[in-house]
């Protein structure tokens, strides 16, 4: 296939060191442009008719820089030739190139953002067959690893599944907010709901409405209660809890009973809360399972050996129980994700990637966290996401690493090619400083609240409109278009700060206007 590429002078070199081990015939023509994102459709069709196709013919494709803010459609209708978006960064223009037959290039789209749509196509439509499969499902369930929580296939064989913590759910309840927390978590992508009670308290009485409440809530999603008091175990089964949290070699001999009747799952623990007893070593953790396992015999059992915190007692020990237990034992297992991520003090994306990749060596089939602190807002989705990374790099033998789907979220994936621009020309080093003067339009107030970012124009000091939406672009093109800022500084200011709340809506940090959103907090 011939291949015409048009780019700017500064990029001209990376481009043909990229396209020149392509097995496609490629002229690279460098129009007279610094920069390849500063040519338009109508320069690029001129650029065109400048090039003389006489001695090779005209090209089958051309590729123009996928940074170019418009449809490029214009320029196959003009030219005869059909043109089409290439990458944003050049460095990858040979994985465009190697694609050129398979993948539908398009005049609007850079084509390295194609190629991460068609990755996460295919990634989710994997997970989505075997969801799907009703065949498949029933033969793994037949094994002694899956079992249904719920109406939800559960175990070693399927995606690792995310229990949300609903922390404090009687508090909840009577604040009128349990239902807007398990939405919540659901649009977040739990799997499951689990209902935290009050340590210390028996709430039994509370829990038919807890439950009703949370049925209402999460639908088809299966719903636990997390108590160790029987009476909260027991109001709990009776009213249709789908699985319970947690029996251990203290509580088990009051609520067994009922649960076989029911048929309902638990999570079993190492310990004996009621004498004060937890295990020492990683042999004690795997024995006191096994024991309470064989104790609890009639009912499926999800085994959690007690994930630990950095330096508490021991997360090492932990992880190696886990090991050790499904080593011995096919039943699923449970993983405290939240233990960690709460108590340590940074950005809880990573620490959930990384855990959730433990918990896919280790055979876990439950991931489980609450979001109580900022730290670790977001971090059912990060579990979630990296649950659907793990299940995929296991079913390709690969490692978690351009698989369509992935949790880069701060920083870039891969590296830029690094096109510097060199100018001559003076340059000043910014001071600011301008003299504040009020705009008679108004000052606004700018606020995140309910995935939205809100900006209340203020006249005196009573607010008279107010203007939302998910976008900073938006926001201040609407502001614009009803001249609602006379001022430049105050618009230059707005943008800024219009910006940092979108910013603050899609990381899930806190917007507070006039304070930055990121600083280095330990100075090196």
């Known amino acids: 296939m011939k291949v015409l590429i048009i780019t700017g002078k500064l990029a001209s070199e990376t481009v043909r060191e990229a396209s020149s081990t392509s097995e496609h015939e490629v002229h690279v023509h460098v129009a007279d442009t610094p ?24 090209p089958d494709i051309l590729i123009v820089p996928g940074l170019i803010p418009k449809d490029v459609g214009i320029i196959g209708e ?68 899956n079992i249904l929580v719920g109406g939800l296939p559960t175990g070693r064989d399927f995606p ?128 006191a399972l096994e024991e309470l396992k064989r104790k609890c015999s009639g009912i499926d059992v999800i085994a959690d050996p007690v994930l630990d915190p950095v330096n508490s007692r021991s997360i090492v020990d932990s992880v190696m129980a886990c090991r050790m237990y499904a080593e011995r034992n096919p039943d699923p297992i449970f993983f405290g994700v939240g233990n960690v991520t709460e108590l340590l003090d940074t950005d809880s994306t990573g620490v959930n990637a990384l855990l959730a990749g433990f918990g896919m060596e280790l055979g876990v089939s439950i991931l489980f966290t609450p979001e109580e602190s900022g730290k670790a807002r977001g971090s059912v989705y990060e579990l979630s996401v990296a649950s659907q990374m793990m299940f995929l ?21 891969r590296r830029s090619g690094g096109v510097v621009e060199k100018v001559d020309v003076p340059v000043i080093e910014a001071e600011g400083g301008m003299k504040f ?59 800024a700060e219009l910006q940092k709340a979108e910013i603050a809506l899609r990381t899930g940090k806190d917007y507070v206007q006039d304070f930055e959103l990121f600083e280095r907090s330990f100075p090196l």
């Open 35 to 58: 920069i390849a994102a500063f040519l338009t459709p109508r320069r690029i069709i001129s650029e065109i008719g400048k090039i003389n196709f006489s001695d090779d013919g005209e």
């Open 78 to 145: 003009r030219t005869g030739i059909p043109a089409y978006k290439g990458p944003t960064d050049a460095a990858d223009l040979p994985i465009v190139l190697d694609l050129l037959g398979e993948l539908e290039l398009s005049t609007e789209k850079p084509a390295d953002k194609l190629i991460e749509e068609e990755q996460r196509r295919r990634a989710l439509q994997f997970i989505e067959d075997f969801e799907n499969d009703q065949r498949r499902i029933s033969t793994l369930l037949e094994r002694d690893e």
């Open 160 to 287: 690792m599944r995310v229990l949300a913590e609903v922390a404090n759910a009687p508090i909840l309840l009577e604040q009128g907010r349990l239902r807007e927390r398990i939405d919540y978590f659901i649009r977040s992508g739990a799997d499951m709901i689990d209902l935290g009670m009050l340590a210390g308290e028996d709430n039994s009485h509370l829990i038919p409405e807890i439950i009703r409440t949370a049925r209402s809530a999460a639908g088809e999603v299966p719903v636990s209660v997390d108590s160790l008091n029987p009476p909260e175990i027991e109001a709990a089964v009776e009213c249709g809890a789908d699985m319970i949290l947690s029996l251990d070699l203290g509580n088990y001999r009051e609520v067994l009973p009922l649960l076989r009747k029911h048929g309902v799952p638990a999570v079993i623990l190492p310990t004996d809360y009621s004498e004060g007893w937890v295990p020492e070593t990683v042999e004690e953790r795997v024995e």
């Open 393 to 413: 790099a296991r079913h390709r033998g690969s490692v978690p690493k351009d698989l369509g789907i992935n949790l880069v979220l701060f920083k870039d994936k």
């Open 437 to 495: 003067v009020r705009d008679k339009m108004g000052s606004f107030k700018i606020m995140v609240e309910d995935g939205q970012i809100k900006a209340v124009l203020y006249q005196g000091m009573e607010p008279r409109t107010a203007l939302t939406s998910d976008s900073a672009k938006k926001l201040y093109e609407e502001i614009i278009n009803r001249n609602l800022v006379s001022r430049l500084e105050h618009a230059a200011y707005l943008g």
